[in-house]
């Protein structure tokens, strides 16, 4: 995509170099890592949220988005904002302050923990003479570094864009009113943003194209593994709960565990035998975070999508995290987006609650979170890092998908030939004996894997 950065860049510079996205991976051709210190702009607002995590907290979690990137984390700190500032979003004695540290500590990136306009981020470049990115810009940075999937590229690739085209379109609002009356300084840098913005138009439709390809495949697996004769379990959670961990702990995998956010950012999925002999596929999935942003929501639907085909979800959670309640609040809301409502417990799939990371806390604290927030008739506490629970945990997917295989017996037509063929491949055959219209067949199958089949493939009883 070299055409779009060289574009960025050059019409960055035409637009007082405020709106581009283009990421820091000019900066990642330094010898040193970037230099970056986190703002968390506290902005008071009259709509207290019921959950509202600290200040501080807010900001821990900032730093560690920044820390997801290779950058070298200088500081940071909270800025409270009680009236924004249209200009430059902060006051002017924190830009000062600001300023000393940028030149002190030679800051090459101010990370602002909020959304700024075109126009704040412009100026407070500026003034502290320092490439300043808002939240949405670093969490594309993240994602556009672990994309390792050609949907996860197109995805992200495609959020860029809007990211771009919206902040173009912002800019180009503010240039007109300033312009005011004076109809002689139109011209150029009009037609030149409208020219962008078109092309950034063309791109947006090919990728969305492309994107549907993609997805068309993804749909023919999909279906392919609809036909898999497995339970599909999937693991949801917030980002860094722990999911791939877990994951590794049930497979035997080795899919990146990080303290890092974000680890993950494709679905992986893998077939897993049960200590019962059952066997599931488990797929592990991105990371949830708090005002992730709309349009990286939008993005990622498709992939999480994924979650909605599952016939059980696990929702992981890090016990020990302060704010753990809040997390699971956010995951609850972002899966109700896709449809799947984890608090309606007789509709839709089963979900059981993991509370992880068990080894941080005192059986006490545990037994405390067990019990507290919404109720959920199914945590399971557990730690996957030590594989503390995990047989709980394992026992609970095999309840809930039907703990005892059915044992059914059928009469396949003998023209049914792929009826029988899959009973010997996946179900234990006790007995068949040939009769005049076919062999009547007694077994023993996974319910799941039964219901499965049978919907596609209809039998006579
Ligand atoms: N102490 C402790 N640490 C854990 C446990 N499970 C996971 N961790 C750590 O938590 C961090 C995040 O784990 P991951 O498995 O990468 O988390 P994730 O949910 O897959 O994160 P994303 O892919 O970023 O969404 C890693 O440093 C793990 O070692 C646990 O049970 N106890
Ligand atoms: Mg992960």
């Known amino acids: 995509m070299s055409d779009t950065d060289d574009r960025s860049e050059r019409d960055g510079d035409q637009n007082g170099g405020g709106w581009s996205a283009e990421g820091l991976g000019y900066l990642q051709k330094r010898v040193d890592k970037p230099r970056v210190y986190v703002v968390h702009p506290d902005i008071r ?32 700190e909270i800025i409270p904002v009680r009236k924004r500032r249209a200009a430059t979003l902060i006051g002017e004695g924190k830009i000062e302050d600001l300023k000393a540290i940028s030149e002190n500590q030679e800051i090459d990136v101010f990370v602002f923990d909020a959304e700024l306009t075109p126009v704040q981020q412009r100026n407070l470049e500026r003034e502290l003479k320092a490439k300043v990115i808002d939240r949405t810009a670093l969490i594309l940075e993240i994602f556009g570094n672990r994309a390792s999937t050609r949907e996860g590229e197109l995805q992200v690739e495609l959020a860029h864009l809007t990211y771009q085209k919206s902040r173009l379109v912002r800019s180009w609002t503010h240039l007109e009113r300033q312009r005011g009356g004076a109809g002689f300084m139109g011209g150029p840098g009009e037609t030149q943003i409208e020219a ?37 379990v999937a693991l949801v959670g917030y980002t860094n709960a722990g999911k791939s961990t877990l994951f590794n702990r049930l497979t035997r995998a080795e899919v990146l565990a990080e303290d890092m956010l974000f680890a993950t950012l494709d679905p992986t999925m893998r077939a897993v035998e049960m200590p019962s002999g059952r066997k599931i596929i488990l797929s592990d999935t991105v990371g949830f975070i708090s005002n992730l942003p709309t349009m990286l929501v939008a993005a990622f ?16 959670r890090d016990a020990s995290h302060e704010d753990s309640d809040i997390q699971a609040a956010d995951v609850t809301e972002v899966l109700k987006e896709l449809g799947i409502d984890l608090d309606a417990f007789d509709t839709g799939v089963p979900v059981i609650e993991a509370l992880n990371k068990g080894d ?19 945590r399971v506490a557990i730690s996957a890092l030590s594989g503390e629970g995990t047989d709980t945990l394992i026992a609970r997917i095999d309840t809930l998908l039907g703990t005892a295989d059915y044992k059914l017996t059928k009469l396949i037509p003998y023209s049914d030939g792929k009826a029988r063929a899959w009973l010997k491949a996946n179900a234990k055959i006790l007995s068949e004996n040939a009769e005049e219209e076919g062999f009547r067949i007694e077994f023993q199958v996974d319910p799941v894997a039964w219901d499965r089949f049978s919907k596609n493939h209809p039998l006579p009883d």
């Not at 019921?50 to 907290?57: M, T």
């Not at 090919?206 to 392919?224: E, G, I, M, Q």
């Not at 941080?360 to 199914?378: C, F, K, Q, T, Y």
């Open 45 to 76: 607002s009259d709509t207290a949220e019921l959950l509202e995590r600290s200040p501080a907290a807010k900001l821990e979690e900032a730093k560690g988005l920044a820390e997801a990137i290779d950058i070298e984390l200088m500081g940071g």
């Open 196 to 232: 962008d913005r078109r092309i950034i138009s063309d791109k947006i439709t090919r990728l969305k194209r492309a994107l549907k390809d993609v997805a068309k495949t993804r749909t023919l697996h999909r279906a392919r593994r609809q036909k898999a004769p497995y339970p599909i």
């Open 301 to 316: 639907r498709a992939t999480l999508e994924e979650v909605c085909e599952a016939d059980l979800i696990i929702h992981v």
């Open 360 to 378: 941080l806390l005192s059986p006490e604290e545990m037994e405390a979170r067990i019990r507290e927030g919404v109720r959920h008739p199914d």
